[in-house]
């Protein structure tokens, strides 16, 4: 952490990428300065939430004015970490991993993701969306050679300790984890947990929420 | 919400899925009771922040006796809408989909299942993991048909919209999204928002923040 910046709360960083998205949606769409309240309307949030989180980086608005779109999406990609370079790679070329080398928007946020790993021989030599199936054999040298600092493991809960191990003894520092065990890592490795139904529980909350509140 | 409950952030909310699943895990292996401290080791939280969380739903604990892990597994299961029977479709039988069909996760929180609905006519029909394979002409009437009220949303974005209207419009109220794009629902809808790119971004954060601090 830079002294710049002050320790900000992983609940605020983990809104980060949805403002990240809208002002990247905003910038497409040519619009150049938004306020507050019209980004409140956009995302649905308060204005007032809006103002509190992004105060935290130093509050790019001016009272009046409004935000600078292109300004605001930079500095939080920066904070992000987006425009580090970063190398992926996908484990587990089953429909998970198919679906997740299919997924457009790993490589727009600066996630290049340069291969996936399988024990299938069938599909070992194979590409999907042009991203090559390799042999779970070349692993680690892979990993090495191109300096892979991000491993997203979509393989069976069975072999998540075995992979999880093998990736970060050749130098993988993130793990985006779908595999719906947790898993303990190293002090300077982290990881990030999908789980899916995790989801559908937060949602089937709020269904009964909503029915009881009619 | 009933009167004996008190309004519960969503931050909280948030949390309880990892609590159930870790109570869930400790009820597998027969472990009838838990402190706040075992539990903040396993789970890798604060005691205090535990205690924090299960407080806001009246306090299951008592001092130096721990939590009776049953007991406060069921209680989260009711807050969370477990309890109740949930019928669910997935929109979408592409690899997504396929994943999500496969997911064992679901079924097991008291999700079911009972259709995928999808355009391709050398897929509908077929089964995946047990789930038959439906024609979207088929949609509106299954949903009615099966009191369906969860619809999970595994196609494009240009679908999305399409979809979202016609499952609503058909009595769907909860909407699991993993297509890439906010969508607008009536009020009496609610809507989860699965944005793989977002947990990527969150992964970066870190990774970066880790960096400096070395």
């Known amino acids: 952490m830079s ?4 320790k900000i709360s992983l609940v605020v960083i983990r809104r980060l990428p949805r403002y990240y998205r809208y002002l990247g949606d905003l910038l497409a769409q040519n619009i150049r300065r938004i306020s507050s309240k019209d980004l409140s309307v956009r995302m649905n949030v308060t204005a007032s939430q809006i103002r509190q989180d992004l105060n935290c980086f ?15 999406y930079e500095q939080i990609g920066i904070i992000l970490g987006l425009r580090d370079a970063h ?4 484990v587990g070329a089953g429909h998970l991993g198919h679906a997740l080398a299919n997924h457009g928007g790993f490589a727009k946020r600066g996630f290049r993701v340069n291969a996936l790993f399988d024990v299938d021989a069938g599909k ?5 969306n042009g991203i090559p199936v390799r042999s779970m054999d070349d692993l680690e040298s892979f990993i090495r050679e191109t300096n892979t600092d991000i491993a997203i493991l979509a393989v069976t809960k069975a072999n998540t300790k075995e992979v999880t191990d093998r990736v970060i003894a050749a130098g993988v520092k993130g793990l985006l984890n779908f595999s719906y065990v947790d898993i303990d890592v190293p002090d300077d490795v982290v990881v ?14 709020q269904l009964r929420e909503k029915k009881q509140n009619q």
């Open 3 to 6: 002294q710049n910046e002050r």
């Open 124 to 128: 070992i030599g194979s590409e999907i």
């Open 87 to 90: 190398n992926a790679i996908i």
């Open 58 to 72: 130093g509050g790019f608005g001016q009272q009046g004015y409004g935000y600078n779109v292109e300004e605001l």
């Open 192 to 205: 990030e947990n999908v789980h899916l139904s995790d989801s559908l529980m937060t949602l089937s909350y």
